[in-house]
């Protein structure tokens, strides 16, 4: 537990109608007491209930504000320390004397995410709730605000937890038959082994499928617009704006001449970049492909192909064809208001169905079809469950590659003869960078649940 008090501004700067100072720690009642008046001695009353009074300031009698204090006693508070919420009036004056005021009586400002930082070093929540309420706060979209909400929930933890357990309880069985190796049960163990980490896994592997979309969920997904001049990109672009009235931005992009525009579709933020200024305005036209957007071609999640359905295939376009078939190319046939000239059954050698659309940005129609191709490339159907764990934080993201790694070892082994108490170390290793998505630290904490696991039995 922490030993000194803490007080910050719990609700955003600005003119809201209340405002909320939080105070944590063991000194969070007296401290508030000392500059609340009200009926009760704020010192008294019961844990989790609301008292009306005056802040005042005893130096002086002078009368801050008229508050709503809500205590919370330990351990049931946010930080699991006795916090006291503090609700003035709105307006930056206030609320900021207010603290003030607090803060010369015993507390001390809180450095940027302290409380949630004490609610974890308290074992209120684990680290990957910790580093969900971070994301929380900085979520720009609906979508991206509800993943974090889930995790701040303990969505990935309560599967984490169990997963952990399980390999817990596995390490303990290949313990007892090392030391016993006379039992001759080299091979049981290898079949519990290949059982137990297959099935995590398997539990891993889902989890890692869904990051890519939850990061695209959070982040947006990062889509470059390519084509001929005159294929109608920009255009498109326009038309996808219009349609999708949600336009987060408009912002010049840092490299001339790219333009950057957020449009939502069904939710999932599209991050548009509209490369098609620089080609325009370049002399050869051979260098209309790749080249000077490779860099956002190689970034991108999505790449929008736009071909002129008026005209036949240029050269430029059968190479971007080539090019882009092995990338989350979507191709978009434009401009299907007029008389076809496009060659379609040279796209459609390279290129499956669903990733051709045909519209017309002049006139609006296809944009849906447009639409549902986007969401298909990305989302197998299943992005409105609510039951779906999205790991989008790259620490977790990347701890889980190191758990399939260890598990991918630890199989591997049993088939190659490997001696089991080497297989232990990889399953180890598994339990421990699990336990790091959760906070853990591992070493020393590994080697007490195996001992206590021990007692029981030996
Ligand atoms: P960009 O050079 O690829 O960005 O192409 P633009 O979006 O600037 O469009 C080039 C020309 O094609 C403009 O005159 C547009 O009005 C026209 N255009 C774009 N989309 C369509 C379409 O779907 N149908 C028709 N008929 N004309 C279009
Ligand atoms: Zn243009």
Redesign the pocket.
């Known amino acids: 537990m922490n030993e000194d008090t803490i007080a910050a501004i719990a609700t955003a700067l600005g003119e809201g109608s209340i405002a909320v100072v939080r105070v944590s720690g063991p000194a969070a009642v007296d401290t508030v007491a000392k500059v609340f008046k009200s009926k009760q001695d704020l010192r008294e009353v019961a844990s989790h209930t609301v008292q009306y009074g005056w802040i005042i300031d005893p130096h002086n009698g002078n009368v801050l504000d008229e508050v709503l204090v809500t205590v919370m006693k330990g351990p049931r508070s946010f930080t699991a320390e006795d916090v006291v919420e503090v609700s003035t009036h709105g307006g930056i004056v206030a609320v900021k004397s207010v603290l003030e005021l607090i803060v010369r009586h015993g507390a001390r400002l809180a450095e940027p995410g302290e409380f949630t930082k004490r609610a974890f070093l308290n074992g209120r929540i684990d680290l990957s709730q910790a580093e969900a309420v971070i994301d929380l706060i900085r979520s720009k979209s609906d979508r991206a605000f509800q993943i974090a909400r889930k995790q701040a929930d303990g969505s990935l933890s309560k599967q984490i937890i169990p997963m952990r357990q399980k390999l817990i309880e596995l390490l303990a069985h290949v313990e007892v038959n090392i030391d016993y190796p006379e039992h001759d049960v080299e091979d049981v163990t290898a079949d519990l082994i290949r059982d137990h980490c297959g099935s995590a896994l398997l539990q891993v592997q889902q989890l890692l499928n869904r990051a890519n979309e939850g990061k695209i969920l959070r982040e947006g997904i990062m889509t470059v617009i390519v ?12 038309a996808l704006a219009r349609e999708n009235k949600a336009i987060v931005t408009d912002i010049p992009g840092t490299t001339r001449d790219i333009v950057e525009e957020s449009v939502s579709i069904s939710g999932i933020p599209l991050r548009l970049l ?1 490369t ?1 200024g620089i ?2 305005t370049s002399d050869k036209v051979e260098q209309i492909g790749v080249e000077r957007s490779h860099g956002a071609l190689n970034d991108a999640d999505l790449i929008l192909l ?1 071909l002129n359905h ?1 005209e036949p295939l240029h050269e430029d376009e059968k190479k971007l064809l080539e090019q882009l078939k092995d990338r989350p190319t979507i191709v978009v046939i ?5 008389p076809g000239e496009l060659e379609i059954s040279e796209v459609e050698q390279d290129y499956a169905k669903e990733r051709i659309v045909y ?5 609006g129609n296809g944009i849906e079809e447009l639409e549902k191709a986007v969401s298909g490339l990305f989302f197998s159907g299943a992005v409105e469950s609510d039951d779906i764990t999205y790991v989008s934080n790259a620490r977790h993201i990347s701890l889980l590659h190191q758990t399939k790694c260890s598990l991918e070892d630890a199989i591997n082994a049993t088939y190659e003869g490997v001696p089991i108490d080497l297989i232990q170390i990889d399953i180890a290793a598994s339990w421990e960078s699990l336990g790091q998505i959760l906070g853990d630290a591992a070493g020393d904490s590994l080697l007490d649940q195996i001992f206590s696991q021990f007692c029981l039995g030996k």
């Open positions: 084509g001929r001049p005159n294929a109608g990109k920009s255009s498109l672009l326009n509209d098609a080609r325009e736009v008026h434009n401009k299907i208001d007029l519209l017309s940005a002049k006139e």
